[in-house]
């Protein structure tokens, strides 16, 4: 059983198309997160949410939009995609330190 | 000054040989330290905790020096496996909980055989 899961895996699509990337943790975790990796490969935190309550915003723009249903769920959509958006982005799940990270989307924006 | 600086490398080593890198941090207030290792293409896994005192993990050592702030990681007789990129993480709280982790851009390691 994968611990957190995200789909797609792979996501190509033309700028000014709307997005969506989903996250699934069976772990029980309390917080879930949203990070990106860019071509330089530096991993910086966009979201992470807490018992469904928005903890962390970092300065991303209002074009990428978390959405967490439940606990165990926090979905990234991503309206009017730009090339620059084009990135790894990482969903992760953690309780009292421990971090588990999904194994990527790497969305290319063409 | 960036939150968490790392020397990106690359650092070619012969295997078998010992290796260690450094981290620095800026925020003094910083709680917890780790040090997690991350494949081509793959998602960042957590290698170690590190602590005050300091902490052992087979042929891994972490270092914490709260004082200077900076982070190490020592690898021992290094295997081809090892390489990877090594990415120092730090944990800041404030408020009502965890601000997340906070990544270093990580050191890129090559062990050669």
């Known amino acids: 059983d994968t611990a957190v899961s995200q789909t797609p895996k792979y996501l190509v699509t033309q700028m000014g198309n709307d997005k969506s990337i989903k996250c699934e943790q069976n772990?029980?975790?309390?917080?879930m997160y949203w990070y990106k990796q860019d071509s330089k490969k530096f991993l910086k935190i966009m979201f992470s949410?807490?018992?469904?309550?928005?903890?962390i915003n970092e300065t991303v723009p209002n074009r990428f939009s978390p959405k967490s249903p439940d606990k165990a769920h926090l979905n990234l959509h991503i309206n009017s995609l730009e090339l620059g958006d084009s990135a790894v982005y990482f969903c992760?799940?953690?309780?009292?330190?421990?971090?588990?990270f999904g194994s990527g989307t790497r969305l290319t924006v063409v | 000054r960036k939150e968490v600086e790392q020397d990106p490398g690359p650092f070619n080593v012969p295997e078998g040989a010992t290796v260690a890198f450094n981290c620095t941090y800026s925020?003094?207030?910083?709680?917890?330290f780790f040090w997690y290792r991350q494949d081509c293409r793959k998602e960042p896994k957590l290698l170690m905790s590190?602590?005050?005192s300091g902490n052992e993990d087979g042929r891994f050592t972490a270092q914490l020096n709260r004082a200077s702030q900076y982070i190490s990681l020592l690898i021992r007789d290094s295997k081809l496996s090892d390489s990877a990129t090594y990415l120092c993480?730090?944990?800041?709280?404030?408020?009502?909980?965890?601000?997340?982790?906070?990544f270093g851009k990580g050191t890129h390691l090559i062990i050669q055989p």
């Open positions: 772990l029980g975790h309390d917080t």
């Open positions: 993480v730090v944990v800041g709280y404030s408020g009502g909980g965890a601000d997340g982790l906070t």
């Open positions: 925020n003094s207030a910083s709680q917890s």
């Open positions: 949410y807490n018992n469904k309550e928005l903890i």
């Open positions: 590190v602590y005050s």
């Open positions: 992760a799940s953690s309780r009292g330190g421990g971090y588990t």
